[in-house]
């Protein structure tokens, strides 16, 4: 991690990499757990999508 160019993508590969074999490993429904994109209504009265 120290003399990686970049920390934060070497480490979210990793817990990626980490929850998908976890995931796989114990059957779990990971379409039913992944997390949908919300649109909220800004206070102009205009949208915007969060994750």
């Known amino acids: 991690m120290r003399t990686a160019d970049d ?5 979210l590969d990793f817990l990626q990499s980490t ?3 976890v995931a796989t ?3 779990w429904d990971r379409a039913a757990l992944a997390r949908r994109a919300v649109t909220r209504t800004t206070a ?3 949208t915007s999508s969060g994750s």
């Open 7 to 11: 920390p934060d993508a070497v480490l």
């Open 19 to 21: 929850y998908e074999a």
């Open 25 to 27: 490993t114990a059957g």
């Open 44 to 46: 102009g009265g205009g």
